[in-house]
């Protein structure tokens, strides 16, 4: 069984893998797998605001430490914040306890290089093998790192996020409304929009171990917006649990995602002279608007699967320097190798300082084609092209839509869900459509486990 998901290790708090023994366990493997001749272990670990990430954290760290690593726990941080000090240091890795935008019984375990990107699949590999296989504990006193707190390490991602933002602006005059999702922003978004001179309006913003995501945040935008409409602010931020993913809505109240803020900072950047290639990089969840919206701009767009991993390795490989996600995962490599929720959210900040327009207005890039995504849970993830009737259902509701239209059928990468997406002009059919298929792959998996 495979530990590492999409997104790292994840389950359910207590539960296997995040049972205390399986934690160790994952702890003292990363050490073996990671530690490197001639140079002094050092591993960063933070968190986001689950109840269980301090028990979790308390484990892992004292595997790492009986291994001889040395653990600087940073506390509470936005996973990008310690994929950004990561960079800083001469660490083996860093460690982020989080489960993203998941509930607050879920959490998770995932890994970023010295580079600030996640661990190459053949390192997870190893990783698990030595999970697996590896000799028992052995704790040699004399050999043992040591484990300190270093929580002052969030003042110093808090300067790389603000130095970011464009020297000779600022953010005064805007009034910003920003939903921390009870997560780990909930304090250092507001420090971070409050010294570029913004006037900053916070809400769930008061964690409580168990309130993580819950009808807030990027999941629920519909939150921040009526708050912007009620305050007539100049925009609103809302961010998942973790902080890596940012979801605008615009003066309007008006909802836009990660295809609107793609759109936006491509042909922004294009028209700077700054887009490397002319080319962006989206994944297959991408709005059927913005891939023909860029390529009236002449904007090549490059498709990955879903996972900011694999967005980022196409823009490595392309020498993109804008990639992201519709949900939200936005990267601008030059100042980091991974989605950060608050540095995206600067990024358009900007974008609309120097543009002098509000979010409504630079939102008329693209035309957003209707989108229904139904997620169903499944026993077991069979393989869609061993789905025989669920194929075919896929193929008739391909002829429908032609070419005003698509679907794309895929597996969650962290839990047992199909999720069936399909675009067209016809709301009401798209959405029969994505019923149906839904129904169809649910009984035809059900009675191929019996």
């Known amino acids: 069984m495979r530990l590492f998901g999409t997104d790292g290790i994840r389950g359910v708090a207590g539960d296997y893998p995040l049972d205390a023994a399986t934690v160790r366990n994952i ?31 308390e484990n892992l760290g004292a595997a790492l430490v009986d291994e001889g690593v040395d653990v600087w726990d940073v506390g509470v941080i936005p996973t990008p914040g310690i994929a950004c000090l990561a960079r800083r240091y001469p660490v083996l890795a860093g460690i982020v306890i989080s489960a993203s935008h998941n509930p607050y019984q879920d959490n998770g375990i995932k890994f970023f290089g010295p580079e600030g990107t996640k661990l190459a699949d053949a390192i997870e590999t190893a990783i698990e093998k030595e999970i697996v296989d590896g000799s028992p504990a052995v704790v040699h006193r004399d050999s043992r790192g040591t484990a300190s707190a270093r929580p002052e390490l969030v003042n110093e991602y808090l300067a790389f996020l603000t130095g970011t933002f464009p020297e000779g602006i600022t953010l005064k005059d805007f009034h910003i409304v920003i939903d921390c999702a009870n997560g780990a922003t909930f304090r250092i978004a507001e420090q971070v929009l409050s010294a570029l001179g913004a006037r900053v309006t916070a809400i769930n913003v008061r964690p409580d171990g168990k309130n993580i995501n819950l009808n807030n945040g990027a999941l629920h935008p519909d939150v921040v917006a009526q708050e912007v409409v009620r305050l007539d602010a100049s925009c609103g931020l809302a961010f998942d649990g973790d902080g890596d993913r940012i979801i605008f809505c615009d003066e309007t109240g008006t909802v836009r995602d990660g295809d609107f803020l793609l759109s936006i900072a491509a042909d922004y950047f294009k028209g700077k002279g700054k887009l490397a290639g002319d080319t962006l990089v989206t994944t297959v969840m991408a709005n059927l608007g913005l891939l023909r919206s860029m390529q009236e701009r002449g904007i090549r767009v490059i498709t990955t699967a879903v996972g900011d991993r694999y967005v980022f390795e196409a823009m490595v490989n392309s020498g993109a320097v804008i990639g992201g996600e519709q949900s939200g995962h936005l990267i601008f490599s030059e100042h980091l190798f991974t989605g950060d929720g608050i540095l995206s959210a600067l990024q358009m900040l900007a974008i609309m300082r120097q543009a002098g327009r509000p979010l409504s207005q630079l939102s008329r890039i693209m035309r957003k084609y209707p989108q229904v995504l139904l997620n169903t849970r499944v026993k077991r993830k069979i393989p869609v092209d061993s789905l025989p009737l669920t194929r075919k259902v896929i193929g008739d509701g391909e002829m429908k839509l032609q070419s005003d239209g698509r679907v794309l059928v895929r597996y969650s990468g962290t839990e047992n869900l199909l999720r069936v997406m399909i675009e067209g002009l016809d709301k009401q059919m798209i959405t029969a459509l994505a019923r149906e298929i839904s129904d169809v792959a649910q009984r035809e998996i059900e009675s191929l486990g019996n």
Not at 34 to 48: F, S
């Open 27 to 57: 702890g003292r493997a990363a050490a073996r797998v990671l530690k490197q001749d001639g140079k002094k272990p050092l591993m960063l670990l933070g968190r986001d605001t689950r109840e269980s990430g301090g028990g979790i954290a």
